[in-house]
């Protein structure tokens, strides 16, 4: 009975360990977050201007260009929701519209392979500070506890 305990417990350990390998966010090229788990990667990235900038990598994160993919996004900021449309421009998608003022909320990325294609759908919690631990903006936050409450969640 001892060593089935041990067992389960091993067996315990290890899934909770591959989790936790498999929830470390992929640091985007741009400095944006990584939406997809497997390639093409999808990285959504915040310009200064507020504008959204979807960009397309490989496997081994080298700039796919864009070819037939369709993207659309909700931000669903305090002072309502904001559709935003992309257009291709320098080998990624752009918003056409900046998002809302302000931070703490999410964004809804939907991307579809072609325009015929099931949309796959990307949630975005837009926080625009940066990190203290890893110097990129909240919303790209790959630190061990990036996805999880902050300190200027506790305001």
């Known amino acids: ?26 640091p985007g090229p741009k400095g944006g977050r990584i939406l997809t788990t497997d390639a093409p990667h999808a990285e959504f990235f915040v310009e200064n201007d507020r504008s959204v900038v979807v960009s397309l990598y490989d496997k081994d994160m080298k700039p796919l260009p ?7 996004a ?31 909320y999410n964004v809804v990325v939907q ?15 837009f926080h625009d500070e940066v990190c203290d631990e890893c110097k990129r903006a909240e919303y790209a936050c790959i630190c061990d506890d990036a996805g999880k409450e902050h300190a200027h969640d506790k305001k």
């Open 66 to 72: 864009v070819s037939g993919q369709v993207v659309f």
């Open 1 to 26: 009975m001892n060593n089935i305990h041990k067992a389960i417990l091993a067996i315990i350990a290890l899934a909770v360990s591959t989790v936790a390998l498999v929830a470390k966010p992929i």
């Open 74 to 104: 909700t931000a669903e900021a305090k002072t309502g929701k904001v559709k935003l449309d992309f257009i291709e421009k320098n080998g990624a998608l752009v918003s056409t519209v900046p998002l809302p003022e302000g931070d703490d």
């Open 111 to 125: 991307i579809r392979d072609n325009v015929t294609a099931r949309p796959k759908n990307y949630r975005v919690l």
